[in-house]
């Protein structure tokens, strides 16, 4: 069930269920997240059954604030430390060396750990209070909370949709970046950018001093999940094209009966009057707040192709371009 967490017994429910290894969801300003305790295996083996995820991926545990970092990470490069200094909390997460003896299975098994801190007061406010009961829960293993594959959700909606009434939802309303956290690996001397987010490339560079690696100028790096193509896919199909090759599709297609959608920055011609047409904002933040809504929007619409006009190739882009590369590639 969808609750609102400034309700003191709501956030109280969910601080019982996390210590009882239960999954609980929650907002943050990037998606909402499947959580669980981190610190116990039974409890992030839940998280991977209800996303039908293979147990072998591995989990960003969300911590309340960067004090709780060395509870998980074995140690702190000083180029990792720049960016929790710069950028924490907010819609960054860090692959650190792990503390050996802690959250294997929110690991995957990996002799790293992947830490967040999210600035969403919803997430704050569950991590804060999870921290401080009694037992405490230490920090929360939450991925996203859409099934394996599926498009992240980024409203307490899409999560309910999607897991039933079972699950309690912390709702935070609809979530700000709208796209999944930029990870950096800092395990390699090197920081390695493993995916994008709304964080350009050029501001996590100039906060940490270095410049970034891409995973494949890295032979035999391993590869996140959130790397695997084929990823963050709607049920219809999506294709993506520049403005003239989508207006020449429309075209084609004539006057015809069709389930087909547009995304374009370009304000397209058509003579069908099935075809739905939205507006991509011309604003990268802006689009990648949209657009995992825009694309669950077209699938409850019953749209079975999606055209999307390819975005620009700047880097503020990045994002948006790699969710929509993965979506095109299912
Ligand atoms: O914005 C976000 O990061 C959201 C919200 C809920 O915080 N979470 C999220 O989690 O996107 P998830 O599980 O959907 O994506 C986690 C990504 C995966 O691609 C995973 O492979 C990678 O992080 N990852 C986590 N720990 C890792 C590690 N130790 N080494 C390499 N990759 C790791
Ligand atoms: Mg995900």
């Known amino acids: 069930m969808v609750r609102d967490p400034s ?16 999954l609980v969801a929650f907002a943050t ?4 997240g499947l959580g669980a305790d981190a610190s116990r295996d039974e409890a992030v083996a839940r998280i991977f059954e209800a996303k039908g995820r293979p ?7 969300h911590v309340p604030d960067a004090s709780r970092v060395g509870d998980f990470a074995a140690s702190v ?26 959250a294997r299975a929110a690991a995957g098994g990996q002799s790293s750990i992947g830490l967040r801190c999210p600035s969403h007061p919803v997430a704050h406010a569950l991590l804060r209070a999870c921290a401080d009961a009694q037992p405490p829960v230490p920090g929360l293993a939450a991925p996203s909370a859409n099934k394996f594959g599926r ?8 999560v309910a949709s999607e897991f039933g009434d079972g699950l309690l ?21 090197r920081p ?18 270095e410049p970034l690696v891409r995973p494949e100028d890295l032979p035999g790096a391993p590869r996140a999940s959130g790397t695997l193509e084929a990823h963050y896919a709607p049920r219809a199909k999506v294709r993506l094209m520049d403005a003239r090759g989508l207006q020449t599709a429309l075209d084609l297609l004539g006057g015809q009966a069709a389930n087909i959608a547009t995304y374009s920055r ?3 011609q058509t003579r069908s009057e099935r075809v739905l047409r939205r507006r991509m904002p011309d604003d990268a933040v802006e689009a990648a707040r949209q657009l995992f809504a825009v694309l669950r929007d077209f699938d409850d619409q019953g749209v079975q192709l999606i055209w999307v006009e390819a975005p620009p190739e700047d880097a503020e882009w990045d994002g948006v371009r790699d969710r929509l590369a993965r979506a095109a590639a299912a």
């Open 7 to 22: 309700d003191p017994a709501a956030l109280q429910e969910a601080v019982r269920r996390l210590q009882a290894g239960e």
């Open 29 to 32: 300003e990037t998606v909402y």
């Open 55 to 61: 147990s072998d991926h591995p989990l960003i545990v």
């Open 77 to 102: 490069p000083p180029f990792a430390q720049k960016l929790i200094d710069a950028f924490w909390p907010g819609p960054l997460t860090l692959i650190l060396p792990r503390r050996p003896e802690v």
């Open 151 to 158: 498009v992240s959700p980024t409203s307490a909606q899409h």
């Open 169 to 189: 939802v912390l709702d935070g309303g609809p979530c700000e970046v709208g796209i999944e956290s930029a990870i950096v690996d800092c395990t390699r001397g």
């Open 192 to 209: 390695v950018l493993l995916r994008p987010g709304v964080l350009t490339a050029a501001q996590i560079e100039s906060a940490c001093g």
């Open 266 to 268: 370009a304000i397209l």
